[in-house]
Every structure is written in structure tokens, then in C-alpha cells.
């Protein structure tokens, strides 16, 4: 990689990174599910400038609502009930390991000795952050933040048991994020409505100002279509496992920012087992750095937003489109 690409890669994990913060900063009297709604609102905005991904619409709406509806649903639900965005950012990398799993068991793909090291690894990370959470942390907001990993690997699974192409290398994973998008609004709203209540609806609404309005427009504008443009462009010109490894630092922007920022520092347990769990995923990603390899399944990207581990066909310069 260039100087310029590697400041460009930080750029993007900072970018994502900062993402948990700008969520817990704007979601301020706005319940959760509602917040995901809108958010998804202005991202499926981009649908009339980027074209449609060369996928069916039964994976479009897969997607939508595991990569995107379930878990940001999940992950915006789990930092209202009281999860700090830092230890969020952590958790959420339990989704790599996780598409090992699930790859696994719906697809039979055998997981190679550095992804089974890996998904043992990150387990144990995963376990010492349960058991050594602080007060601040309630158990049931880990377990949804969990869930939301989870959902975000099923969705890993099914794009990649689709085999989904974009339409061209310059848009990557960005058309199948902004057009799954389309799938999540009126869902999230249902959700909401039947969940949080329509009087929690309307009371959000009224109290969608100026700091909600700057989050959705960092969350859905910087971190999902600036971010994942910025990331397709250095898949496209480098080798994925040059590029993968600098998205690890989001969890580290995530925790610091939000010691800096909200006076929230975990404990030494929720430190460590998340270090013990970024561990994990990058001994997991390790057969990537094989020369010719292309990333695996079980490759890391933020949450914020989507499906770019498994657009290796589109986007990866290792494969033949």
C-alpha cells in the first residue's frame, strides 16, 4: 500500500470507529428502533444514483434484513439499554468469527486451522467480556449486541452463498449496501411502532433536532456511503489482506473516543477479553495474508454498514470477475 492509501485506510477505521460515539450521542430522546428507521431513510436516498447490484431480490431483502435491519436494530437497541459504544465496538467484531460458524453449518465449508484458532480464540474473548462486565453494562444489552453479530454473519452467509457481483468494480459493496437499504425502513418502523409504541414514536420525533439530524447525516452519509466508497477504492488498487487488517483499528477509535468523550472506560475484564476477541478475528483473517489467497468468510468490517467482506468477486483484485 501507498502512504496515501494507508492514511486513507485509517481514515475509514476512524470513520467507523467513531460511528458508536455520533450513534449514543444522537439517539438522545429518540428511541432506537426509530432512529434505525431514519437512518436507513437517507441511506436508500443513494438508490437513484447507484445502480442496482447483479443479485435477485430474494438476496437483496436477505441482506436488508439481517445485514442492515437486524443488526443495526439490535446494535442501536443494545447502546439505548446501556451498553457502552466502546465495548459495542468490540462485541460487533464477534460477527467475523461468527460467519465462520454459521458458513460452517449452513454451507458445510470446512473452516481452515487458522479460522477454527481464531473462532476459539475470539470465543474465549467473547467469555471473559460476559463474565467480567461492569455494572454499566447490563447483561441482557451484551447478549443483544451479540445478536446483532450474529445477524450481520447471516448475512455475510447468504451474499456469499449467492455469489454477489456488482455491476462494476468502482462500486463494490456499496450497491448491495445502499439497495438492501430499501428493505429496512418500513420494518424498522413496524418494529418500532409495535415495540417502543406510537406514542414513543411521535415523542421522537418531536425530539428529532439539530444533534440527531448531524448523527443520521455522519452514520448513513461519512460511514456508509464516504467509508465504504473510500474502501472499495483501496480493495480495488491492493491486495485485501493489506487492507483488511487497518479496519481492526475502529474498535481501538471507538474505545477511545469514547473515554475521551463520554468518560466511559470499561473495565480491565471488558479490555482485555475484547483484545483476547480482536485476537481472534485477525488470526482468523491470517490465511488471507497467503500470497494469491483471497480473503475469507470470516473477514472483519465495521458495522457501519454492511456486505463488503463478501463482495470479494466485485471488489477483490485477487479474483476474476
Known amino acids: 500500500m501507498t502512504r496515501r492509501d494507508m492514511l486513507l485506510a485509517a481514515l475509514v477505521a476512524g470513520l467507523w470507529g467513531f460511528n458508536f460515539v455520533v450513534i449514543d450521542w444522537g439517539m438522545a430522546g429518540i428511541p432506537p ?3 434505525v428507521a431514519v437512518r436507513f431513510v437517507v441511506v436508500s436516498l443513494a438508490a437513484f444514483v447507484v445502480p442496482r447490484p447483479l443479485a435477485g431480490w430474494r438476496t437483496v431483502v436477505g441482506v436488508g434484513l439481517f445485514m442492515s435491519l437486524g443488526q ?6 443494545s447502546i439505548a439499554w446501556g451498553l457502552q459504544p466502546g465495548v459495542a465496538a468490540l462485541l460487533l467484531q464477534a460477527q467475523a468469527v461468527l460467519t465462520i460458524v454459521v458458513a460452517a453449518l449452513a454451507l458445510r465449508e470446512r473452516p481452515t486451522r487458522a479460522q477454527a484458532a481464531g473462532v476459539i480464540v475470539g470465543t474465549l474473548g467473547l467469555g471473559v467480556v460476559a463474565l467480567g462486565r461492569g455494572g454499566d453494562a447490563p447483561a441482557v444489552a451484551v447478549v443483544l449486541c451479540l445478536l446483532s453479530a450474529l445477524s450481520w454473519a447471516i448475512g455475510n452467509v447468504i451474499s456469499r452463498h449467492a455469489g454477489v457481483v456488482a455491476p462494476a468494480r468502482r462500486w463494490g459493496a456499496l450497491s448491495l449496501t445502499v439497495w438492501s437499504s430499501l428493505v429496512v425502513p418500513v420494518p424498522a418502523l413496524a418494529l418500532s411502532a409495535l415495540v417502543e409504541g406510537p406514542d414513543a414514536i411521535a415523542a ?11 448523527s443520521t447525516l455522519y452514520t448513513a452519509g461519512l460511514c456508509t456511503l464516504v467509508g465504504y466508497a473510500i474502501f472499495n477504492g483501496l480493495l480495488a488498487r491492493n491486495r485485501s489482506a493489506s487492507v483488511v487488517p487497518w479496519v481492526l483499528l475502529a474498535p481501538v477509535v ?11 472506560i470499561p473495565n480491565t475484564w471488558e479490555t482485555v477479553g475484547g483484545l483476547v476477541l480482536v485476537a481472534g478475528v485477525f488470526i482468523a483473517n491470517a490465511r488471507a ?10 473477514q472483519m468490517l465495521p458495522p457501519s454498514s454492511g456486505p463488503a467482506s463478501l463482495e470479494r468477486r466485485s471488489s477483490s483484485p485477487e479474483r476474476s470477475r
Open 33 to 35: 428502533l426509530l432512529f
Open 72 to 77: 443495526f436494530a439490535l446494535l442501536y437497541t
Open 204 to 214: 421522537g420525533l418531536a425530539a428529532f433536532g439539530w444533534q440527531a439530524a448531524l
Open 254 to 264: 471507538a474505545m477511545t473516543s469514547a473515554a475521551l468523550l463520554l468518560g466511559q
Open 289 to 298: 495474508r497467503v500470497p494469491g489467497a483471497a480473503a475469507g468468510g470470516g
